[in-house]
């Protein structure tokens, strides 16, 4: 069975300095890795994926993870955080085909002015 | 084009009542997908669809709960004799059958 725990429930952090946003996954098989944010009144959007290759992947708006197998962790991560970043990120692992994707209970990322 | 769409998107339902959600997935997706997000809590999934087959429907709660989508396009998501743990988000989700999946808006369900 494959499970997601996202460590942090609430994240406050001012702007323009660094956070990392923790999800550590369980799974017996190859997943897939993805990172979801949901802004304030809008629907889930895919930010970031890990299907294979190189273990450090980018979004557009700046965040990074970085798929670490041995410690079974996907953690997110930006420099330099903007207000603009504000929302819900949800750390899920899905298996071969995109099937039953488990989703964490999320983090609410808080950027203070 | 557009992208997911779920209606309605408020729905109160006193306790007891049969609710029917709709999706409308993005044109040519063959993947749908069904969640329940509870307040506080990470999307469950429900149950898949691969066009019109129901390939898992493993998250379904309870035999009140049945979805369909008999020509591969449109699914409804149907509750019968809402209880108020029924209480929740329901997210929808479609995919061109890759790993990528597009949510639409979701429909907050209130059983009072």
């Known amino acids: 069975a494959q499970s997601v725990t996202q460590l942090d429930s609430q994240v406050p952090v001012f702007e323009e300095a660094p956070v990392e946003l923790r999800c550590n996954y369980s799974s017996s098989v190859s997943v897939y890795l993805f990172w979801y944010v949901q802004y304030p009144n809008q629907g889930l959007q895919l930010l970031l994926k890990y299907l294979s290759g190189s273990t450090l992947v980018k979004s557009i708006n700046g965040f990074e993870a970085e798929f670490n197998k041995s410690q079974t962790s996907f953690h997110l991560r930006k420099p330099s955080v903007h207000i603009s970043d504000t929302a819900e990120y949800f750390c899920?692992?899905?298996?071969?085909?995109?099937?039953?994707?488990?989703f964490g209970a999320g983090t609410r990322l808080f950027v203070k002015a | 084009g557009a992208g997911v769409s779920q209606s309605p998107r408020y729905k109160v339902a006193k306790r007891g009542q049969d609710v029917a959600l709709r999706c409308d997935p993005i044109s040519g997706h063959v993947s749908l997908f069904w969640y329940q997000q509870a307040l506080g809590q990470g999307p469950e999934f429900l149950t898949y669809f691969q066009n019109e087959a129901q390939l898992d429907k493993s998250g379904l709660p309870s035999d009140r709960f049945f979805a369909e989508r008999p020509e591969g396009s449109v699914s409804t998501l149907k509750i019968q004799r809402t209880q108020q743990e029924d209480s929740a988000v329901y997210l929808c989700?479609?995919?061109?059958?890759?790993?990528?999946?597009?949510f639409g808006p979701g429909t907050r369900l209130t059983v009072l």
């Open positions: 989700a479609s995919s061109p059958l890759t790993d990528t999946q597009y």
């Open positions: 899920a692992v899905g298996g071969l085909g995109g099937f039953k994707t488990i």
